[in-house]
């Protein structure tokens, strides 16, 4: 067998996530559906949801099914879902049925986004046993900047041919294009390593990082660490959508800047989003995952306190864009944690299933920040709550460095 490269790997992956990732940029459909539908917002928003819905779910229950098929398997299914999801709200459109919508964007969509996310980021994860951040940073850092490349695309397509066209076209693109990324994806031999790598650990220069254990799905269920990894994506994830669901709003309302100048700093959120994606993950692989996270959450802690006191609008704004990518950041940095301490064995299962905490995150995070302003009438008093929660996330994550730690010690007895 030609050994493929491993680099191509990680560009197919890329590709298959910059088309999943567009649908961070549903908010461009919206009123162009809203006013040729004569629908609510409601309405609209409502198959986002699904969408983010399915998505965790099909991430969860087909991750064993992902790794039994291996990834081009998975992501020629993830193509041929998103792709038919995407096309078919175009026919949804032109029949003027919100069910169709939901079902072909929220439905089909929404499962071909879930094991699209899930299929090439665990074989990276193989590719690279000796740089698993950057390697699933790439990848998740495509659907992090995803929008930044399908929000004019849908734009300009939509002022063209109509909101009907711009879903036809855009589901056979992204279909192509993910095709051809999926028929490249492929699990590396058993114990692979890069020969570069291999030649560095013979010489004694490099040494092979050790997983903490090797366990399949049933089994790191059981573990605290799985429920570790759980709550400390659900808390970052929580408040990072939070603040993205509200930042307009809530910069207008702290510093008293103006619409159009909150909306360029919400599109720079976006680029730091990406950027804090390969950023973070890239810097996990010298300074350890544990460790990484410890991080997050501290300064975090410390940003969404100071921030409601904060009324220099530079200031303001880089204490935001750090928040942006410690949110993606957090995203690109799981894969790589699950490797470490459950093994590559079933990391596509176990993966899915640490992907339910984006699911509810996405339902609690909004819920909260708008309890506590309809309760005290500020977005001010929201950041407090989450400074809170992080303090939280940084006991949690130190428990789980304490933990690694002593299983390590344990296996060296």
Known sequence: MVEKNRWLMALSAVGVHICIGSVYAWSVYVKPIQEQMSWTLTDVTIAFSIAIFFLGLSAALMGKFVERNGPRVSAIIAASLFGLGTAGSGLAIMMESKMLLYFFYGVLGGCGLGIGYISPVSTLVKWFPDKRGMATGLAIMGFGFASAVWGPTIKILIEKVGISGTFFILGALYFVVMFASALYLQKPEEGYLPKKFKKKIKEGKKKLKEDLSSLGLNEA???????????????????????????????????????????????????????????????????????????????????????PSVTEVVVFQVVLFFIMSCYGGGFASIPAYIGDIFGTKELGAIHGYILTAWAAAGLVGPLIISMVKDATGSYSQTLYVFAGFFVLALVISILMLVNIKTIQKNKQK
Request: with cysteine; glycine share 10%.
């Open 221 to 307: 269920v059981k573990t605290p660490r799985f429920y570790g990894l759980w709550l400390m994506l659900f808390i970052n994830v929580t408040c990072g959508i939070a603040i993205i669901g509200v930042a307009s709003p809530l910069l207008q309302e702290v510093l008293g800047i103006s619409a159009i100048a909150a909306a360029a700093a919400v599109g720079l959120m976006g680029i730091f989003n990406g950027a804090g994606r390969i950023f973070w993950a890239s810097l996990s692989d010298y300074l350890t995952r544990p460790v990484v996270y410890i991080i997050f959450f501290l300064t975090q802690a410390i940003a969404f306190y100071i921030l």
